[in-house]
């Protein structure tokens, strides 16, 4: 039977099932000191769209990195984690309700 328990928890094993392992990105990431600084081995957009993700909204990017805070791009702080299944939640309504 399909629930959203079960959802859950197949989505919760499926991520933790990604491991980033000699791909486009580490090459990147192991050339440079910091993440910030371009990838001599990403195109100018792909650098230009790693920027948007690292920069805050009020800093000309995406903000993304505001919750993704750590090289393993999870969050290491407390903040909204509601997946959006869980559609009768009161005390997590998820990052798109608490950041419009």
Not at 73 to 95: M, W
């Amino acid at each position: 039977m399909i629930t959203n328990d079960r959802i859950a928890k197949a989505l919760a094993q499926f991520i933790r099932s990604i491991v980033s392992y000699q791909r486009k990105y580490d090459f990147g990431r192991s050339a440079v000191n910091a993440p910030e600084v371009d990838f001599p081995n990403f195109k100018a957009l792909e650098n230009q769209g790693k920027q948007l993700f690292l920069c805050p909204l009020n800093n000309n990017g995406a903000g993304c990195f505001g919750c993704h805070t750590t090289e393993a791009f999870v969050s290491a702080n407390p903040g909204p984690q509601n997946n959006g299944l869980d559609a009768s939640s009161t005390n997590d309504l998820g990052a798109g309700e608490t950041f419009p």
